[in-house]
């Protein structure tokens, strides 16, 4: 109004204010979304800096997260800051518990009480070891037998552990688990091809062999030119 008093044109200037409200206006949207979306997210109390989240394709550890985004550090290094806004369902595996699946193939001779004593003997033994003792919430159990296999019964077990602690637990049980089944003689089924044929067939194989190492007969017209 001062302005316009003044005998400015202000026309002008109102349209280009309007223009500029307007593209203020669908920025702010999307700005908006991520607020009130990292609002919500926190309110659930979804993630902590510090836990291992996933979020459709990313994955990581949860770094850092400001007003509309999170940073979340890849186990490999990589740093992703993804926009509230822009985040999928989460999932985090630093709660409350972890449960690790181990599975083991043994031959089909094998004697299914002796291998759940020695897995009940391996979940003791981990008990014992105070580097991981305080992580275990359950310790190894056997749980049955899987399926039966081609060439093998697979045998599935679990451990309970903290969450994150569950590589390094397993790592350590598959260790013990080894030296356990060769003590009482357990066998690790593996792949085998067994072929049989009797002397007919041996030399129908030698014959053919020799077949092949044969110079190839001469034409007539190679027996002239020799």
Known sequence: MALSSLGVEIGPLIAGAGVVGLAVGFGAQTLVKDIISGMFFLLDD???VGEYIESGSIKGTVESFSLR???IR?????LHTIPFGSLDKITN???DWAIDKIMVSVTYNTDLDVVKNTVKQVGKQLLT???IAPSIMETLKMQGVEQFGDFAIQIRMKIMTKPGEQAVIRRRAYALIKKAFDAKGIKFAV???SVAGGGDASSAVAQKGLDLIKPPPQTEQAALDA
């Open 46 to 48: 979804a993630f902590r």
């Open 69 to 71: 985004s999170i940073k």
């Open 74 to 78: 890849h186990h490999r290094g990589a």
């Open 93 to 95: 595996y630093s709660r």
């Open 129 to 131: 070891d105070e580097e």
């Open 191 to 193: 792949p085998t091809v």
